[in-house]
């Protein structure tokens, strides 16, 4: 069997990611007023550091689990972080919010050493 490639990962993904955004396109059909899915999640801290912001935002959709299971490089991560802003519904979470939950996240869940 041939392996798969990089390549074809990465087109699989974007698949998935568009059945996911179509789905999602469909919630928005809601009436008026009605709560969106998944809000941003209202944080009980005036400045939260890093771990707070990367933590609360990051478990809102699905386990934290989920996130810490990876190991990943900063431009895997960023991949990842634009999947979820752009077509899961998490764009609530600013561009200067993103830049510290990455370095965040290429800190503590990078490639193992
Ligand atoms: C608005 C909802 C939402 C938020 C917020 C969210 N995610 Fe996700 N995430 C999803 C969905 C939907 C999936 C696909 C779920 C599945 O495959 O079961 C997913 C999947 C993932 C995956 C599995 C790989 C993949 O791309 O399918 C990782 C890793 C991940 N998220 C990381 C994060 C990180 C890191 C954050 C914080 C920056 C985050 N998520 C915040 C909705 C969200």
Known sequence: ???RSVASLVISGSALALVWGLAA???????????????????????????????EYCSACHSFQLVQAQ??????????????VEQFGAGWITP???????????EHYG???
């Open 1 to 3: 069997m041939r392996p």
């Open 25 to 55: 396109g469909e919630e928005n059909h809601q009436p008026a007023g009605a709560v969106p899915a998944v809000q941003k999640p209202v944080i009980d801290e005036a400045n939260p550091g890093p771990e707070v912001l990367t933590r």
């Open 111 to 113: 490639p193992e050493k």
């Open 71 to 84: 190991r990943l490089n900063r431009a895997t991560w960023e991949w990842v972080m634009e999947d979820m």
């Open 96 to 106: 200067p919010e993103q830049t510290v939950i990455i370095d965040y996240l290429v």
